[in-house]
């Protein structure tokens, strides 16, 4: 069983940044490809970003494109979510995931994440 431990969340202003972080407790991590979902209030959950088990590869949604940056520490087992430029609409309750040994071209499909963590909230006001 893996365990992913979110951290980084909090309220801030619009144009702010945050970086939020996802501690992961499986072995080898590299096995994992991550991944970042959302959930507005009354929204369904959303994709908004993978990293490849290497880290060579990412992915965005299109409205986070530009203003968020995903990464990867293999040897501390953690991933990273830079966001900068926040606005209202990214208020959600941000989810890290993880996939093991699972084919790139369903990143962006929640179904194929077999670990979740708990969520952390961001909350952005104008």
């Known amino acids: 069983q893996v365990q992913l431990v979110e951290s980084g969340g909090g309220l801030l202003q619009a144009g702010g940044s945050l970086r939020l972080s996802c501690a992961a407790s499986?072995?080898?991590?590299?096995?994992?490809?991550m991944a970042w979902f959302r959930q507005a209030p009354g929204k369904v959950r959303e994709f908004v970003t993978a990293?490849?088990?290497?880290?060579?590869?990412?992915d965005y949604a299109d409205s986070v494109k530009g203003r968020f940056t995903i990464s990867r520490d293999n040897p501390k087992s953690t991933v990273y979510l830079q966001m900068n430029n926040l606005n209202t609409e990214d208020t959600a309750v941000y989810y890290c995931?993880?996939?093991?040994?699972?084919?790139?071209?369903?990143?962006?499909?929640?179904?194929?994440?077999?670990?979740w963590g708990q969520g952390t909230q961001v909350t952005v006001s104008s």
């Open positions: 990293i490849s088990r290497s880290g060579g590869r990412t």
């Open positions: 499986a072995r080898p991590f590299s096995d994992l490809t």
């Open positions: 995931a993880a996939a093991r040994l699972k084919p790139w071209d369903r990143r962006d499909n929640q179904y194929q994440y077999d670990y």
